[in-house]
Structures are given as C-alpha cells and as structure tokens.
C-alpha cells in the first residue's frame, strides 16, 4: 500500500483557509485518497475521499494533481473547533476487497484565535 | 439512532487479568474493526472481520482475541499476554465494498497497572 507523507502539525487563525498536503508518491492505478479527522478522545470521523482532480463538500474540498502524487486538504475559513488532527489515507475504493486502512500519525492543526 | 456504541469509556485492570471490551453497531454494516491508538500516535489495526464468523488480524494481533458470532457485535479480549495494553482501543465499522468510509465508536481508554 502506497505510504503517505504529511506535516506534523500546523497553525493557522480563526477565519484563514487551511491547506494541508499529503504527499503518496507510490500511489496505485486503483488507490483512492481519503482524509479523516479526529477530535481528542474521539474516534477519527471521514471527511472527504476523492479519486483525480477536485471534490467538494460542505465540510471541505480536496485537490488532487493529474499525476496524483500528492494531494491537498483545504479547509475553508476555519474556527477554533477544526482544531485536530488531520488523517490522509490512500488506499482501497469501492469494490475493494483489501477490507483495510492505515492511519499514520496525521497532521495536528491546531487553530488559534 | 445508528451508531457504534463502546463500553466502558474507562477501564481499569490489574495486570495478569483479561479484559473485554465491547463494541455493538446497528447500522447493518458487515464489516467492523478494532484499532488502538497510542498517545500521540496514529491507530494501528488489531483485527478485522468482513463477515460473521470470520475475522483477520491487523499489525498487532498478538496478545488480542475477538469474535464474530453476531453481526452486530465484536468484543475484544486483551489477554495477559498483550505487554504493554494500556492505550485508547477503538472500534469501527462500515459497509461492504465500502472500507474507506468507516464508523467509529467513542472508544474506550484501558489502562492496566
């Protein structure tokens, strides 16, 4: 399975966008990426999960470059609770019979007012 | 409501002792998961089961136990054998097919002194 690469930690304001990239440079033909967030002592939640160029939702959008060796998190004017760390996953799609995910270490955005 | 639910929150065991932890979901999905997540750390998978009567293990099954014998639920036992099993366990589920997106429960913190 492809290995992510992603910042430790981050900073950013109230009101700011936060862009958080994810490098996977070993990604498969088949892999998708999927980024969670998870609040302390809480279970990680699934944000947004995309294939190739650009999905959106309400909660954030995800940017991925043609030749998907990396891809982007952004998080539109974020408030103090987007505090969090932040998963980048790349792996099994629909269909997939792997049955798994690994997690790394994510990324901590800690956001300050 | 649909959800994972996960009992105790807190758990406390001498050390020698087996300990199950519970983990009931009643959104009908066919696969479920128990991770464990270490402070400052990412979740490492210890087992999953894709179906009733059936499970696999993760990166770290050793000193672990689980059944499947009901879809809806998957205990885990933390044996004496596990070495270090003091850490924040969570459980998860999601749909057939769809492994990326999972549910997670509200874990539970076991700590064995």
């Known amino acids: 399975l492809a290995k992510t690469t992603q910042p430790i930690s981050m900073d950013s304001y109230e009101g700011q966008e936060v862009n958080i990239t994810c490098s996977h440079n070993n990604i498969a033909t088949n892999d998708y990426i999927t980024w969670y967030q998870q609040f302390p002592s809480q279970g990680p939640r699934f944000i947004i999960q995309g294939y190739k160029t650009k999905v959106k939702n309400e909660v954030a959008s995800l940017f991925i470059p043609a030749d998907r060796k990396s891809s982007t998190l952004s998080l539109p004017r974020v408030s103090l609770s987007d505090t969090a760390v932040y998963y980048c996953?790349?792996?099994?799609?629909?269909?997939?019979?792997?049955?798994?995910?690994?997690f790394g270490r994510g990324t901590q955005l800690t956001v300050w007012p | 409501d649909g959800g994972i639910t996960q009992s105790p929150k807190y758990l406390f065991r001498k050390e020698g002792q087996n300990v199950t932890l519970s983990c009931e979901q009643n959104?009908?999905?066919?696969?479920m998961y128990w991770y464990r997540q270490d402070p400052g750390q990412g979740l490492r998978l210890i087992y999953y089961?894709?179906?009733?009567?059936?499970?696999q293990k993760g990166d770290i099954a050793e000193g672990y136990s689980v059944s499947r014998e009901k879809k809806e639920s998957f205990p885990l036992t933390v044996t004496s054998a596990q070495k270090n099993p003091t850490a924040f366990y969570l459980c998860?589920?999601?749909?057939?097919?769809?492994?990326?997106?999972?549910?997670f429960g509200p874990g539970t913190r076991l700590t064995v002194t």
């Open positions: 959104l009908n999905h066919d696969a």
């Open positions: 089961s894709q179906i009733v009567n059936d499970f």
């Open positions: 998860a589920s999601s749909g057939s097919s769809v492994f990326y997106e999972q549910y």
């Open positions: 996953l790349v792996g099994p799609s629909r269909g997939s019979t792997l049955g798994r995910l690994y």
